[in-house]
């Protein structure tokens, strides 16, 4: 039996890294078609730098403040990538905005995750603002990047009640139970090509069912 090709990902990091951990344990499945190669954080500070490290996969640090401009960072993250031989990145509460150039570099490669139902409630404090709404239906979605924040190609998306005593932090952590079960079933539809960046969007393969996209409440 041939082994499984798996696609070297990249994962771009700020912060805590659970959703990089959670890409992590899936790649560690034989059967999962990614393997992660390196991890980057812009913020040396980033507590998911060590827990990447702890988990056998190179980290590394690239301090966006060290560089004069976006395009100089970008660019030595882009380099980054390539020498690890990353194909496919994936961002993981990676907290800067990027340039159209690195965006274009790396479109239909490059996807993220964010604590919403998109297109409802774009950028930051997701929560909270999902509470003030008054939205019973929160969730998270995956998409591939685009040169909007935000705004890229749906690939997947995963649905939370809203309870009526919810706080923003309560609320936080059931979205964020999600993000960990829908971020690696989406990757691994993007490393399979089961979904590909069209004109039109992210699209399946005709005749595919997209339940492997979709996550509900139970
Ligand atoms: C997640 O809620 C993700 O959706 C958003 O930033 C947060 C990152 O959390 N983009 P973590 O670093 O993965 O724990």
């Not at 690890?84 to 479109?107: K, N, S």
């Amino acid at each position: 039996m041939t082994a499984l090709a798996k696609k070297p990902v990249g994962i771009m990091i700020s912060g805590r890294g659970s959703n990089m951990q959670a890409l992590i344990a899936a790649a560690q499945d034989p059967n999962y078609p990614a393997r992660i190669v390196q991890v980057i954080s812009n913020r040396p500070a980033a507590p998911g730098l060590e827990l990447a490290r702890a988990a056998g996969i190179p980290a590394q640090a690239i301090d966006h403040k060290a560089y004069p401009d976006r395009e100089s960072f970008e660019s030595d993250v882009s380099a980054a990538m390539h020498r690890a031989g990353v194909e496919i990145i994936a961002q993981a509460g990676f907290m800067r905005i990027l340039t159209a150039g690195f965006v274009q570099e790396w479109a239909g490669r490059m996807i993220n995750i964010h604590p919403s139902l998109l297109p409802l409630f774009p950028g930051l404090h997701t929560h909270r603002r999902a509470l003030d709404a008054g939205v019973k239906i929160h969730g998270c979605s995956v998409h591939f990047v685009s040169e909007g924040v935000d705004q890229g190609a749906l690939i997947g998306q995963a649905a939370v009640a809203v309870h009526p005593a919810d706080t923003a932090d309560a609320l936080a952590a059931r979205v964020l139970q999600a993000e960990h079960k829908l971020y690696p079933r989406c990757l691994a539809l993007v490393c399979r090509s089961d979904v590909v960046l069209t004109a039109d969007g992210a699209r399946l393969p005709p005749g595919t069912e997209n339940d492997a996209m979709l996550i509900n409440p139970n």
